[in-house]
DNA sequence: CTGTTAATTCATCATATGCTTATATGTTCA
DNA sequence: TGAACATATAAGCATATGATGAATTAACAG
């Protein structure tokens, strides 16, 4: 027989206690989820993911990515402020031009892992 | 001086040809885009990363989920209907308890990748 | 069959998101 | 200075999203 779970709202669990303070202890805090959350919603856009492809090759300025992206400059810097603010890019000024390049290494690695799930499914 | 390149709706532009093909070569198709933002957008939860937490554990019915995460059943099923439809997760039946269980190796990397960017910041 | 429990589905509401247009800021150069 | 250009920002709109409560489906026990 099961041991039962501490559960109380739940009557047809059969989850021990050790697992649901694993869970507990392993759960990162709310704060910790919440920016993990951001992040992936982050790319959680079609545009910004598109963005990000471009800046994968090189760094480039706000117009070059818009029109890459056959899109309108407005558009574009409002996501890129996205990315800015998660520090997916960062931006340096030369003149009138910013120009925008990656800010992470692991960017790529959660992009090619999320391409290998939706490729064997 | 820099070869201009063929984007005439931008005048700034320094990037070369050779990179606006690199970039049209490599970045996936729109379908591709679309399924890979959609990936995304499921692990941009706090709720839906809570589950796959809890899931990382173990597999566990639907109150069990509820009651863990201090939440009610209803939001808790339609988050799993989520996370089913993006085959993240699998379920299987045992009388009317619903177990739901990982169904991808490739979900806690890209949990953990993460993490690890949200840690360096 | 009836009542109970587990899970799902539906309708609704409040909020968040992405894009557009228009405007503002900032830089260069004639 | 002021015209042209690059970018950023603001306001507004349509759509998407997440949670809730009520109703529904499904399985089982008596």
Known sequence: METRTNIESCSCSVIH???ISKVRDTMPDEETLYDLAE????FGDTTRIKILCAL?????CVCDIAALLDMNQS???????VLKQTRLV???KD???????????H???IFDQGLVHIKEK
Chains 1, 2 share one sequence.
Do not use: N, P, T, W
């Open 90 to 92: 960062k931006h340096r």
């Open 75 to 81: 558009a574009i810097s409002h996501q890129l402020r």
């Open 107 to 109: 960017i790529k690695q």
């Open 17 to 19: 206690e050790e697992v």
């Open 39 to 42: 992040l992936f919603k982050v």
């Open 95 to 105: 003149g009138k031009v910013v120009y925008y390049s990656l800010d992470d290494e």
């Open 56 to 60: 994968f090759e090189s760094e480039m």
